[in-house]
């Protein structure tokens, strides 16, 4: 049995009004955190330095105090037990929230949580729900290469019987993580370092955005791009570069990469005939391959298109800026690439940087 919200179908977030209120990306995660522990007090939140004065970049500040630490409490380095333990909290009736600075360690927990977690529903049949969501941090951050930035999303994917989301605008970080909090199936929460740092309107109340239903963040008819969490601002970025070579993109905001709303992707390529999917990982079997191939089963034989991936350059992550710059994606390089489909060729092109549509940068410490 799937959780209703598994299939509800939230309606696409309008565009911004002059006079919202707005909120940092970060903020907003505090904001879900605090008002869904206030309405069902069988939420509990902990994790690695969850009560740290540093409050991993805000998200937990002030919890310990509002909560108690019978509610919000720091746990061992001990990735395995402690989701181990979240598990047997979320089956004997709690909902608990684990946070983990890092996704890349999130594999010493990969038995718990995809042999029992994501499983248990269905081998109990039916009769016992595992409602925990694992906060798990992706992407670069300062310098620290290879086992502390990568983006592991699509293992998780892969696995009936758990959720991924990955938003991006603090809009979606305050209502998704409220609605997987909400969900009776484990859900993880995948957030990116340099999203932290974003700002958009976000409701003071309640609100949950339901897995299954992706955005057009900007309608266009002679590309589709597809950008995965933080990827998704730096295809924003790219669509304002292709309006200066009259190009117009159509970025598409996944939002849940599973539950996956294909269908909106799929009616956006039947009209553009081009996609490019770009991710915060590795292009081989990841989110990118599915979509695009998930696009293709659809199309085949109603429509021809042409498509590309992007995403981490296939090697370790690298340390040092200058290999940064090259190995992920860029709103330029995407520019590009999408130029390119267009036009059917490689047309050399690389937009000059504008001050305006710079990458920010990742200010640490985590």
Request: hydrophobic share 45%; net charge negative.
């Given at each position: 049995m799937s959780s209703p919200l598994a299939s509800a179908k939230a309606a696409p977030r309008p565009a911004p009004k002059m006079g919202e209120r707005t909120r940092t990306f970060v903020e907003a995660v505090r904001e879900a955190t605090e008002l869904e522990m206030a309405r069902d007090p069988n939420v509990v939140l902990f994790g690695l330095d969850v009560d740290d004065p540093k409050a991993i970049q805000g998200t937990t500040l002030g919890l310990p105090e509002a909560f108690g630490a019978e509610r919000v409490f720091g746990t061992p380095l001990s990735e395995d037990a402690m989701t181990g333990a979240a598990i047997g909290m979320a089956l004997a009736g709690l909902r608990p929230i684990h946070v983990h600075i890092r996704m890349d360690f999130l594999l010493l927990a990969v038995n718990q949580l995809l042999n029992v977690a994501a499983k248990s529903r269905y081998m109990y049949g039916g009769r016992v729900n595992v409602p925990m969501v694992v906060r798990a941090m992706i992407g670069k951050s300062w310098g620290q290469g290879a086992q502390h930035s990568q983006g592991l999303h699509s293992f998780f994917m892969h696995v009936p019987g758990i959720k991924v989301v990955a938003p991006s605008t603090p809009y979606d970080?305050?209502?998704?993580?409220?609605?997987?909090?909400?969900?009776?199936?484990?859900?993880?929460?995948?957030?990116?370092?340099?999203?932290?740092?974003?700002?958009?309107?976000?409701?003071?109340?309640?609100?949950?955005?339901?897995?299954?239903?992706?955005?057009?963040?900007?309608?266009?008819?002679?590309?589709?791009?597809?950008?995965?969490?933080?990827?998704?601002?730096?295809?924003?970025?790219?669509?304002?570069?292709?309006?200066?070579?009259?190009?117009?993109?159509?970025?598409?905001?996944?939002?849940?990469?599973?539950?996956?709303?294909?269908?909106?992707?799929?009616?956006?390529?039947?009209?553009?005939?081009?996609?490019?999917?770009?991710?915060?990982?590795?292009?081989?079997?990841?989110?990118?391959?599915?979509?695009?191939?998930?696009?293709?089963?659809?199309?085949?034989?109603?429509?021809?298109?042409?498509?590309?991936?992007?995403?981490?350059?296939?090697?370790?992550?690298?340390?040092?800026?200058?290999?940064?710059?090259?190995?992920?994606?860029?709103?330029?390089?995407?520019?590009?690439?999408?130029?390119?489909?267009?036009?059917?060729?490689?047309?050399?092109?690389?937009?000059?940087?504008?001050?305006?549509?710079?990458s920010i940068e990742f200010k640490g410490p985590f």
């Open positions: 970080a305050k209502g998704c993580l409220a609605a997987a909090v909400r969900d009776d199936d484990p859900v993880l929460y995948v957030e990116h370092r340099l999203l932290h740092f974003q700002k958009g309107p976000v409701p003071a109340e309640a609100y949950t955005v339901a897995p299954g239903k992706a955005r057009i963040a900007v309608a266009g008819d002679d590309v589709t791009v597809v950008g995965i969490s933080y990827m998704q601002v730096e295809a924003l970025r790219a669509a304002k570069y292709l309006e200066d070579v009259g190009v117009r993109a159509e970025v598409i905001d996944p939002i849940w990469l599973n539950p996956l709303d294909i269908d909106t992707i799929t009616d956006s390529v039947r009209r553009t005939g081009r996609l490019l999917v770009v991710d915060t990982g590795w292009t081989n079997c990841g989110a990118a391959a599915e979509i695009a191939a998930q696009v293709a089963e659809r199309l085949q034989g109603v429509r021809d298109f042409r498509f590309k991936r992007m995403g981490f350059a296939p090697t370790t992550c690298p340390t040092t800026p200058g290999l940064e710059n090259l190995f992920y994606p860029n709103a330029r390089t995407i520019a590009a690439a999408a130029r390119d489909l267009v036009e059917g060729r490689a047309c050399g092109w690389l937009p000059a940087e504008r001050a305006d549509l710079q």
